[in-house]
């Protein structure tokens, strides 16, 4: 085997990686327009905040796109968004960012643990099934590196649960994080931030 390049051998890589994130002159020419506008915080009609959003949202198929601060924001409106109350359970990924958990938990919620497919990475819906519990109210699905969760069987899923709580609770069910409008309820969220992100912005995060 040949030498490390760590124990002295050649790297693989020879030249350094690209830099990251990539801003040039429609970055800067968009940032002088809102710093010329004068109109810096919130979200006025026209700004360029509602300009995102709205360009967002139809880039995911979605009706609506809402700006946040960030992603851990973004999953805690979500949350909220689609009714998750107090000592309810949403069922979780273990991997993924901490903020699939702990949005869960700044809602007074229980996050549970599910499994993940080792080929995709993403929530495996035979492990969120045996998660559920009659206090099962959401399932957040987190897309991992490119590789989408199983949204049509994690649909399935969530309508399953929905008739099962529907006759035993009254209640409705949600999956959280898919893409477009899975059902019963379903909440996309992104988080577009910071120089680790494949999207150039600052900081946000949407949902
Ligand atoms: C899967 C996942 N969820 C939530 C977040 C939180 O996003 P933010 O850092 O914008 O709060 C991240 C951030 O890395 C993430 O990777």
Known sequence: MATLAVAGGTPVRT???????????????????VVESGRVVGRTPGSKVEQFEQAFARYQHAKHCIACTNGTTALYLALR?????PGEEVIVPPYTFIASATSVLDVGAVPVFADIDPTTMTIDPKAAEAAITPRTTAIMAVHIAGRPADMDALKAL??????RSLKMRHKRTAPVGGVGGSAPSAMPVASVSKPAKTSTQVKAGQC
């Open 158 to 163: 969530a309508q399953n649960m929905a008739w």
């Open 15 to 33: 030249k350094p990686f690209p830099k990251w994130p990539i801003f040039d002159e429609r970055e800067v020419q968009a940032l002088r327009e």
């Open 81 to 85: 968004a689609v009714g998750v109350k």
